[in-house]
Nanobody, 124 residues
Framework: QVQLVESGGGLVPAGGSLRLSCAAS????????MGWLRQAPGKERQFVAG????????TYLDSVKGRFTIARDNAKNTVYLQMDNLLPEETAVYYC?????????????????WGQGTQVTVSS
């Protein structure tokens, strides 16, 4: 069982930055690939970024490449999402999720555990 708690969301102007954190419970955090996903109002939830269980490899949604950075600290059971140059259309609830696997997946159905989400609002 893994419990995930996100933090760091808020209101930021367009072009601004936020750093999201996701703290995980349990001793097996390093066995899970981690992902950040988001859901905008009226839209489907989408994959944003993922990181392998050992933190060596990352993958991103094309539209966030070069602006978002996912990282993890297995000693602290925490995964991060640094978001720079945010756009108003990226207003959404951001979720972290854990998959019992080495590599992260873009498929939402493959994630085993989800956090409750944190609201990110980007004003224009």
């Amino acid at each position: 069982q893994v419990q995930l708690v996100e933090s760091g969301g808020g209101l930021v102007p367009a072009g601004g930055s936020l750093r999201l954190s996701c703290a995980a419970s349990g001793r097996t955090f390093s066995a899970y690939a981690m992902g950040w996903l988001r859901q905008a109002p009226g839209k489907e939830r989408q994959f944003v970024a993922g990181i392998t269980s050992n933190g060596v490899r990352t993958t991103y949604l094309d539209s966030v490449k070069g602006r978002f950075t996912i990282a993890r600290d297995n000693a602290k059971n925490t995964v991060y999402l640094q978001m720079d140059n945010l756009l108003p259309e990226e207003t959404a609830v951001y979720y972290c999720a854990a998959e019992r696997a080495r590599w992260p997946t873009m498929s939402l159905q493959e994630y085993d555990y989800w956090g409750q989400g944190t609201q990110v609002t980007v004003s224009s």
